[in-house]
């Protein structure tokens, strides 16, 4: 026994501490953030929402009971849901199986929601990084520019748009694009102007590398965080145009099933009476947002705790 306490401690005396800077390698800040998002119970439930939807939405074809474009002439049209194990969910006004529409609806919205960020942060980080870097007559410019979009409606804007080019999931995945990229070209340029004049920037200055160099591999990675809770956040703000848009009947097109059309087309026959035809798609609509809205107040608040908590 005294043997076993004599080499315990002998390893303790021999034992190299664990200096400051590498605790400081250790804890990685993603790994802390990546930490305090597992704790978060309503990020978790909003990461699980948008795990079963990307599941529909990626398998659809498989998981899909009928062909979402061909009508079943064998059964009443408008037929109300939980009455037909054939139709679970009834059917649309043209007779085509409504559970196979919402499934395959998933697939645009989500679609239409992750690339229209997409888009618009591919414009963004450029205009925002050169306009909060340089200053001067290019910041000018670029923040005048951002001044005339904004006085803009972009739900209106996106309108008049697809009005000249016609409607399609290309056509709305564009112009919802092109017409949202304000508001991430602002978030950009406030994180360059905080991180340009670092003591890391001067050090990067100070031998000799290039301004492309500092703003990529220097100044972008710290200012991602917000930027990357923002697009979180604009995701949804997607979803829910593209839904105006179909609602409108000025986006999706047919055959191609979205769940705003539905909800445009339920409200347009007898809601009383066919519920089923507007309730369902709002009800996914909703879902969809709410799983990314508590992803996105999950990262905000794993990447700035403090800020969060006040």
């Known amino acids: 026994m005294a043997g076993r306490e004599t080499a315990a401690k002998a390893r303790l005396l021999t034992a190299k501490p664990v200096t400051l800077a590498e605790d400081t390698r250790q804890r990685s800040p993603w790994v802390d953030a990546a930490r305090r998002f597992a704790r978060n119970r309503l990020a978790m439930l909003g990461l699980f929402i948008l795990a079963v939807l990307i599941f529909l939405a990626v398998f659809a074809d498989v998981l899909a009971l009928h062909p979402y474009d061909q009508p079943d ?82 739900l209106l804007f996106a309108i008049f748009l697809l009005s000249i080019i016609g409607s399609g999931v290309g056509s709305v995945i564009f112009v919802l694009g092109v017409t949202a990229w304000v508001d991430p070209t602002r978030l950009t340029r406030a994180q360059f102007l905080t991180f340009r004049e670092r003591e890391f920037v001067t050090a990067a200055r100070a031998i000799g590398a290039s301004d492309l160099r500092i703003a990529v591999t220097h100044i972008l990675p710290n200012a991602m965080a917000p930027l990357l809770v923002a697009f979180t956040f604009a995701v949804p703000l997607a979803i829910f145009s593209e839904a105006a848009l179909s609602f409108l009947g000025i986006g999706i097109t047919e055959p191609t099933a979205s769940w705003g059309k539905m909800v445009g087309s339920g409200i347009g026959t007898s809601i009383r009476v066919y519920y089923h035809l507007a309730l369902f798609p709002t009800i996914l609509v909703a879902l969809t947002m709410l799983g990314f809205s508590f992803v996105g107040d999950g990262l905000q608040e794993a990447f700035d705790p403090v800020r969060s908590r006040s």
């Open 73 to 154: 002439f064998t059964v009443q049209a408008n037929e109300l849901p939980f009455i037909d194990p054939v139709h679970p969910l009834g059917l649309d006004s043209a007779g085509r199986d409504y559970l196979t529409r919402l499934i395959y609806g998933a697939r645009t919205s989500l679609l239409v929601g992750l690339t229209v960020p997409l888009l618009s942060f591919s414009i963004a980080l450029p205009l925002g990084g050169l306009s909060g870097y340089r200053g001067g007559k290019i910041d000018f410019f670029i923040q005048r520019l951002v001044d005339v979009c904004t006085a803009i409606p972009q």
